[in-house]
């Protein structure tokens, strides 16, 4: 087996889950590749645990058994049990948790309703984690916010955003950057190490960096907090090579992206350990990410608004508040 990236407790619920399907005549072959299949199932779940505990308005979360007895009415049981804090109420809620690479999600009748079933029969409101991959974007609903289509259930991302309770129970929020804002390096080449037709690759030795804000002001000093800010963000690579040095920059190109905090922590955790494997979030489940936390990026982001680095920060609201939400 590849080595596991959670812990032991982890690895042995799905070693027993895996058996317990695979019946008395184990394969151990086919055990190991059963318990692969169950850990590649996982990280859509594995991230938004990741991601609500980091954005920091959420005080517990865990998963629920997706293998319940029982007989009578259908339930469909939700992936998540998560209690968040809106307004210093903690409100407990079910978490159903989906990815698709289609802006638009569809539920047949009987997996929306067996939802509602269980949410109404221990008294819990049950919302929809919704992950649009082609975009690397979460949302956040009431379940209700699902609307007939046809035969089926369905929304679409844009109405996913517009019901989007990321900020309200999570604590999400949105910042853009000020045009010219950037991260650059001056590097010296050293020892060429290959050379395949146009492409070289050489030794470099960084001489200088610095950051910029949006007047073009030159910042020496970069903290990490002010680097997560700028590399949580979508920045344009642009280089330029001369004989000896190049010169490299990421910056804010003309029109500035909004970006949701969310969103940064992707690419915080790849750029700090080189890792594009989302297998990792599993580890992270247990473990804080290594990165600056949710509230050192807010708080820099509040900075940058003074200080010519940020131009907006925006505070994610639906665009109609479900009932069981206190008001505010």
Known sequence: MNQWSGDIDDLGRHIYEAAAQLGPSIDPQVLAERVRALQRGLPAEDEFCVIAKWLGHCALVHKLDQHPTGTGKNYAIPDLLAITRVEEIELPVLVEVKATLKPKLSWTPAYFDGLKAYGAAVGLPV?????????????????????RNHQNLAISL??????????????????????GVGVHFKLQKGRLLQSEGSEETWEATVTDAFVTDGTGR???????????????????????????????????????????????????????????????????VSESPPVVTSEELRAQAEWGLANNFTHHILNIRPTKKPAWIPPS
Not at 132 to 139: E, L, M, Q, T
Not at 162 to 167: D, K, P
């Open 218 to 284: 030159r910042h020496s000093k970069i903290n990490s907090p002010l680097l997560s800010l700028l590399l949580g963000s979508h920045l344009q690579d642009e280089s330029v090579f001369l004989e000896d040095i190049v010169h490299q920059s990421f910056a804010v190109s003309d029109s500035a992206e909004i970006q949701f905090a969310h969103r940064a922590l992707p690419a915080l955790l790849a750029w700090r350990s080189d890792d594009q494997d989302q297998s990792s979030w599993r580890t992270y």
């Open 158 to 179: 844009e109405e996913a955003l517009r019901a989007n309770l990321m900020g309200l129970l999570l604590g999400d929020f949105a910042f853009s950057l000020e045009k």
């Open 127 to 147: 919302i929809v984690a919704w992950k649009y991959k082609s975009a690397n974007i979460w949302s956040l609903f009431d379940i209700e916010a699902m609307v």
